[in-house]
């Protein structure tokens, strides 16, 4: 029963705001990387000569919004390759629009699956229909690999079950600039897809992964939230695995998710991480439910 009240609650806090949307901001990285914001989750776009690649896509009600902004605030040449960091919508919102216009989509092979596949999201209580045909990735990888586009190049890395079992870094080694996705939410805690296979210990595997491909002066893109550097991913990661420890230590006393949300384990981490999508008992909840179902 608590299961679905925290599910329900995570979604009224979801960013799915029914007001007017925020005006899309761009902002120049380096000579080759901007990054969009106000879209679902962080966006990066990398300009050539002759065309454009974009890591993520945003929003669905947003993809009309989002080509207009690159066109006119970074470049107007055709966006020709979409590099998904993961199957979630808010990241995959643009894949239709671009796929209909000949965009190569490319992801790790569970984001197509995921995405050609009808969803029921339980830790935000929302089902998602399959994704349309041209919106579906037709590139896909099982580990990494790199692309090329004009003075940058982008080597991407698959990570085990994380946010989800679809999830995919991007480093930009010529920029030191490094595009999360999901894998980390600056500064307050993060949407865990238990559905999916995402799972708290996972995400903190995953963040520490990421610290040995950055150094001080990496500039980092998150999933959500605003640009982070290194100190701001080991803070993550050591909450992450501060909570993992916890909530672990109650799954083997097998304490059910009720006594676990009334025992705060996270009451000293609140202040710090629980001021954004989720209140702390919801993401008790959902962290918690990501340890018994991975087990």
Same mark, same amino acid.
């Given at each position: 029963?608590?299961?679905?009240?925290?599910?329900?609650?995570?979604?009224?806090?979801?960013?799915?705001?029914?007001?007017?949307?925020?005006?899309?901001?761009?902002?120049?990285?380096?000579?080759?990387?901007?990054?969009?914001?106000?879209?679902?989750?962080?966006?990066?776009?990398?300009?050539?000569?002759?065309?454009?690649?974009?890591?993520?896509?945003?929003?669905?009600?947003?993809?009309?919004?989002?080509?207009?902004?690159?066109?006119?605030?970074?470049?107007?040449?055709?966006?020709?390759?979409?590099?998904?960091?993961?199957?979630?919508?808010?990241?995959?919102?643009?894949?239709?629009?671009?796929?209909?216009?000949?965009?190569?989509?490319?992801?790790?092979?569970?984001?197509?699956?995921?995405?050609?596949?009808?969803?029921?999201?339980?830790?935000?209580?929302?089902?998602?229909?399959?994704?349309?045909?041209?919106?579906?990735?037709?590139?896909?990888?099982?580990?990494?690999?790199?692309?090329?586009?004009?003075?940058?190049?982008?080597?991407?890395?698959?990570?085990?079950?994380?946010?989800?079992?679809?999830?995919?870094?991007?480093?930009?080694?010529?920029?030191?600039?490094?595009?999360?996705?999901?894998?980390?939410?600056?500064?307050?805690?993060?949407?865990?897809?238990?559905?999916?296979?995402?799972?708290?210990?996972?995400?903190? !595997?995953?963040? *520490?992964?990421?610290? +040995? =491909?950055?150094?001080?002066? /990496? &500039?980092?893109?998150?999933?959500?939230? %605003?640009?982070?550097?290194?100190?701001?991913?080991? !803070?993550?990661? *050591?909450?992450?695995? +501060? =909570?993992?420890?916890?909530? /672990? &230590?109650?799954?083997?006393?097998?304490? %059910?998710?009720?006594?676990?949300?009334?025992?705060?384990?996270?009451? *000293?981490?609140?202040?710090?991480?629980?001021?954004?999508?989720? &209140?702390?008992?919801?993401?008790?909840?959902?962290?918690?439910?990501?340890?018994?179902?991975?087990?």
């Amino acid at each position: 029963m608590f299961r679905v009240a925290a599910a329900g609650l995570a979604a009224s806090r979801f960013a799915f705001s029914q007001n007017a949307p925020a005006p899309l901001t761009v902002t120049k990285l380096s000579s080759s990387v901007s990054v969009v914001m106000g879209n679902g989750g962080n966006i990066a776009v990398v300009p050539g000569d002759d065309s454009v690649l974009i890591v993520d896509a945003g929003l669905p009600d947003r993809a009309n919004d989002l080509l207009a902004t690159i066109s006119d605030k970074v470049s107007a040449k055709p966006i020709t390759t979409l590099f998904n960091t993961h199957w979630h919508f808010d990241h995959t919102g643009a894949n239709v629009l671009l796929g209909g216009k000949g965009t190569r989509i490319i992801s790790h092979e569970n984001t197509r699956a995921r995405l050609s596949a009808k969803i029921t999201m339980e830790a935000l209580n929302r089902t998602f229909e399959p994704m349309a045909a041209p919106g579906l990735p037709v590139v896909t990888f099982s580990d990494g690999g790199s692309i090329y586009q004009g003075a940058e190049v982008l080597n991407y890395t698959h990570v085990a079950a994380a946010h989800t079992d679809t999830d995919a870094y991007v480093l930009f080694p010529k920029s030191n600039i490094l595009h999360t996705g999901d894998l980390f939410f600056n500064g307050f805690y993060p949407v865990i897809d238990y559905s999916t296979n995402g799972w708290v210990g996972g995400m903190a !595997a995953a963040a *520490d992964k990421m610290l +040995t =491909v950055v150094d001080n002066s /990496t &500039k980092i893109i998150p999933g959500h939230g %605003p640009i982070a550097d290194k100190a701001a991913l080991k !803070a993550y990661r *050591d909450m992450l695995t +501060t =909570v993992t420890e916890r909530l /672990t &230590k109650l799954s083997k006393q097998k304490m %059910p998710v009720e006594k676990v949300v009334a025992s705060a384990p996270t009451k *000293d981490l609140d202040a710090k991480w629980g001021g954004g999508m989720f &209140k702390p008992d919801a993401w008790v909840a959902i962290a918690y439910t990501s340890i018994l179902r991975h087990a």
